[in-house]
């Protein structure tokens, strides 16, 4: 199981990334994937999940209405698009799959995770 994050960058608050997780070596449609982030000196959090057709999303009240996470189950990726950010989303985030077609937000719930993509947004 393979998941590898890309996207991330410095930008400037109210700007937009889009963070892509590229995954391989398993059933990606047999599976829900779900966003994290960390910032420094702070727990992981969970940011978005998704299952696994893409039908059924959910989002951290914090970035709810700014973050969209979107899966495409032909070429095994999922995007989490995130719009008019603030500098308390500067974070490392992270992919995640869960051995589920249906996610949790506990960050225990999920099997394997990628490196992470350090996202930092100025004032």
């Known amino acids: 199981v393979q998941l590898v994050e890309s996207g991330g960058a410095s930008v400037q608050a109210g700007g937009s990334l889009r963070l892509s997780c590229a995954t391989s070596g398993f059933a990606f449609e047999d599976y829900s994937i779900a966003w994290f982030r960390q910032a420094p000196g702070k727990e992981r959090e969970f940011v978005a999940a998704?299952?696994?057709?893409?039908?059924?999303?959910y989002y951290a009240d914090s970035v709810k209405g700014r973050f969209t996470i979107s899966r495409d189950n032909a070429k095994n990726t999922v995007t989490l698009q995130m719009d008019d950010l603030k500098p308390e989303d500067t974070a490392v985030y992270y992919c995640?799959?869960?051995?589920?077609?249906?996610?949790?937000?506990?960050?225990?719930?999920?099997?394997?995770w990628g490196q992470g993509t350090q996202v930092t947004v100025s004032s």
């Open positions: 995640a799959a869960r051995g589920s077609r249906w996610y949790r937000i506990n960050s225990s719930e999920y099997d394997s």
């Open positions: 998704i299952n696994w057709s893409g039908g059924n999303t």
